[in-house]
């Protein structure tokens, strides 16, 4: 762990010690790492994997909140074999990547301006993008800020928000349940989310703001110290029996969780950057800066969307289809971006790199070749 000190304020970076990651199953990448400055001036290691032909193709994939580049194992063989040549970076707070300990350190700008500068220190260029999830709201805004290194634009389960008209009681009453002391549990919260796109939502009911359904995982993100990472992931990825999910759940709940008998492989690669809750900063504190309500990403938000309005780059947007945390943010990328194109639907959730990869990776390799 490093400690620094500027002006009279404390910056504190964890490292994940390397041998978390050791016997990891589907994971036998080589790492590479680059450190950038900070916006105060500190060193800040990032991680990624860069697997298959050096002269092949480049697809640049980016991961999101709370997982890291592990999410894109199952894709990668698929890809490599079709000769791409995949780059998947850890955000920082994630994976291998370094984890600033404070909450200020995870603004939506700063994610930005730190991979922009992993970006050009490693110089990558002739890229095509894919992101999902936290990866494609910091991914799309790297392209808008240096388009010279990309030249298609692939995204699924994410997009641009863009919120500047949310009315004041709807701000107050998101404001007011995020400072609430109402304790949220994973099961408590999955009705919540699982009505993000509006559906089920009574015909009677006010216009819907998806707002009034992610302060629920905003909430719960945050108030949860020790945010139980692996848990979480699982239940979205992976088929499990209700004893199995039950028994972890309770392990979990009680603080146990890596003494629980139930545990899986995937939910032990995903606790793997975390030795304590004090690594949990990113994903803890992520979910209130995805911008929902009106704040001060809003300038660049619109100015990225601007550059989207006009690019004539390939764009390629792949949605699950049956992923209610981003299903009503198609037709807004649609509306974005004229230039872009919509796949079929190919289900999976969420996560479908890790649940569809054969059939997301084939998407994306008939897009990149074409």
Same mark, same amino acid.
């Given at each position: 762990?490093?400690? =620094?000190?500027?002006?009279?304020?404390?910056?504190?970076?964890?490292?994940?010690? @390397?041998?978390?990651?050791?016997?990891?199953?589907?994971?036998? =990448?080589?790492?590479?790492?680059?450190?950038?400055?900070?916006?105060? &001036?500190?060193?800040?290691?990032?991680?990624?994997?860069?697997?298959?032909?050096?002269?092949?193709?480049?697809?640049?994939?980016?991961? &999101?909140?709370?997982?890291?580049?592990?999410?894109? *194992?199952?894709?990668?063989?698929?890809?490599?074999?079709?000769?791409?040549?995949?780059?998947?970076?850890?955000?920082?707070?994630?994976?291998?990547?370094?984890?600033? *300990?404070?909450?200020?350190?995870?603004?939506?700008?700063?994610?930005?301006?730190? $991979?922009?500068?992993?970006?050009?220190?490693?110089? !990558?260029?002739?890229?095509? !993008?894919?992101?999902?999830?936290?990866?494609?709201?910091?991914?799309?805004?790297?392209?808008?800020?240096?388009?010279?290194?990309?030249?298609?634009?692939? $995204?699924?389960?994410?997009?641009?928000?863009?919120?500047?008209?949310?009315? +004041?009681?709807?701000?107050?009453?998101?404001?007011?349940?995020?400072?609430?002391?109402?304790?949220?549990?994973?099961?408590?919260? *999955?009705? @919540?989310?699982?009505?993000?796109?509006?559906?089920?939502?009574?015909?009677?009911?006010?216009?819907?703001?998806?707002?009034?359904?992610?302060?629920?995982?905003?909430?719960?993100?945050?108030?949860?110290?020790?945010?139980?990472?692996?848990?979480?992931?699982?239940?979205?990825?992976?088929?499990?029996?209700?004893?199995?999910?039950?028994?972890?759940?309770? =392990?979990?709940?009680?603080?146990?969780?890596?003494?629980?008998?139930?545990?899986?492989?995937?939910?032990?690669?995903?606790?793997?950057?975390?030795?304590?809750?004090?690594?949990?900063?990113?994903?803890?504190?992520?979910?209130?800066?995805?911008?929902?309500?009106?704040?001060?990403?809003?300038?660049? +938000?619109?100015?990225?969307? @601007? !550059?989207?309005?006009?690019?004539?780059?390939? =764009?390629?947007?792949?949605?699950?289809?049956?992923?209610?945390?981003?299903?009503?943010?198609?037709?807004?990328?649609?509306?974005?971006?004229?230039?872009?194109?919509?796949?079929?639907?190919?289900?999976?959730?969420?996560?479908?790199?890790?649940?569809?990869?054969?059939?997301?990776?084939?998407?994306?390799?008939?897009?990149?070749?074409?």
């Amino acid at each position: 762990m490093q400690r =620094f000190n500027y002006q009279r304020l404390e910056m504190e970076i964890l490292r994940t010690p @390397e041998e978390r990651f050791n016997d990891l199953k589907e994971y036998p =990448f080589k790492p590479h790492y680059t450190t950038i400055k900070t916006h105060d &001036g500190f060193d800040l290691r990032i991680h990624h994997i860069d697997e298959g032909p050096e002269d092949g193709p480049i697809l640049l994939a980016m991961h &999101g909140q709370p997982v890291w580049s592990y999410l894109y *194992a199952r894709m990668i063989p698929f890809l490599t074999k079709a000769g791409i040549r995949v780059i998947a970076p850890d955000l920082p707070g994630y994976g291998k990547s370094d984890k600033p *300990a404070a909450r200020e350190d995870y603004s939506y700008q700063r994610q930005v301006d730190w $991979m922009g500068e992993w970006l050009k220190e490693n110089d !990558f260029s002739k890229l095509t !993008f894919f992101g999902q999830d936290w990866g494609g709201l910091i991914g799309l805004r790297m392209v808008a800020q240096d388009p010279e290194r990309f030249i298609k634009v692939a $995204m699924g389960n994410t997009g641009l928000p863009y919120n500047p008209d949310v009315p +004041q009681e709807v701000i107050n009453q998101v404001k007011a349940f995020r400072e609430s002391d109402l304790k949220l549990t994973p099961m408590s919260m *999955a009705k @919540e989310v699982s009505q993000m796109d509006g559906k089920g939502i009574s015909k009677d009911s006010k216009t819907f703001y998806p707002s009034l359904k992610f302060m629920y995982w905003q909430k719960f993100c945050w108030d949860t110290e020790n945010l139980p990472i692996g848990f979480i992931s699982s239940n979205q990825m992976e088929k499990r029996s209700k004893l199995s999910m039950m028994g972890q759940y309770l =392990f979990e709940s009680i603080g146990l969780g890596k003494l629980s008998p139930f545990t899986s492989d995937l939910v032990k690669a995903y606790e793997s950057p975390f030795p304590d809750p004090s690594y949990k900063m990113g994903p803890r504190a992520m979910p209130s800066h995805v911008p929902t309500l009106p704040d001060s990403s809003l300038d660049a +938000q619109r100015e990225a969307r @601007e !550059f989207f309005k006009t690019s004539t780059k390939p =764009f390629l947007a792949v949605f699950a289809g049956d992923d209610p945390v981003t299903n009503g943010i198609e037709k807004d990328v649609l509306a974005m971006a004229p230039n872009a194109k919509s796949a079929p639907h190919i289900g999976g959730g969420h996560f479908y790199q890790w649940t569809k990869p054969e059939q997301l990776s084939n998407i994306l390799i008939a897009f990149i070749k074409e």
